[in-house]
C-alpha cells in the first residue's frame, strides 16, 4: 500500500458501506414491488462501479488509498441517486415510502449505537451531531461542508456551505431536493429516542436540540 491506513480511512469506509445499505434497502423494496431489481443493479454497476466488499485492508491492497475512497464515494453516490430516480420514475417507490426506510434506517443505526435517552447518561447535542455524520456522507474529510454556529451540550446549530451531491443527481437526471428530503428522515429516524429533535432553522442551516 501507498499509504499506512489510519481510523480517518476506516470512518469514510464505514459511511460509505452505511449508505450501501440504504441502496439495499431501495432495492429490495422495488423487488417486492416487482421492479426488475437485478437488472438495475447490474446497469447501476456498469454505469457507476461495483460497490467495496468485505474488509477495508483487503481492498485496498496494492492501491492508493485515498484515490480508491474517493473512486467508491462516488460510486455510491451516483448509485444512490440513479437507482432511487428510475424506481420513482417507473413508479416502484413513492416518496413517502422511501422516507420511511430512511428514517426507519436511521432509527436501526441509533439502536446498534445505543442511543436512547433513557441510558443513564444520555447523549448531549454535540454528542448526536457526530454520531449523525459519523454516519452520513459529505464527501471526503477535506471537503469541509459544515460550519458549526453553535455548539452546547443542548443544542447543536450548523449551516451547510456548500451542496456536494447535486452533481451525482444532476448527472442521473434526478433532483437534488428528494435527497435532503430522504436526509431529514435519516436524521429524524437516528434521533427518535434520543431526547433531541432536528429542525431545519432557515435555509441551510439546521439545529440538534431538546
Known sequence: MRETLGPIHYWLYHKIQLQEQLIEELLRWGNEKRAEVIELRIESHKLYGKPAEGKLETCVQGK?????????????EYRLAYIFTLLLDDKYITMEETQAIFRENGL??????????????????RELYKRIYDCLLEGMPCD????????????????????????????????????????????????????????ELQRHIYAIKK
Open 64 to 76: 492508493d488509498i485515498h484515490r480508491w475512497l474517493q473512486e467508491k464515494l462516488d460510486s455510491v
Open 144 to 199: 469541509d461542508v459544515n460550519e458549526i454556529i453553535v455548539s452546547t451540550v443542548d443544542e447543536v446549530v450548523w449551516k451547510r456551505t456548500k451542496c456536494i451531491h447535486e452533481k451525482y443527481w444532476k448527472q442521473v437526471g434526478g433532483d437534488i431536493i428528494y435527497f435532503y428530503v430522504f436526509r431529514q428522515a435519516w436524521v429524524e429516524g437516528f434521533l427518535q429516542d434520543s431526547g433531541m429533535k432536528y429542525e
Open 108 to 125: 436501526n443505526t441509533a439502536k446498534s449505537m445505543h442511543i436512547c435517552k433513557a441510558q443513564d447518561k444520555p447523549m448531549d447535542a
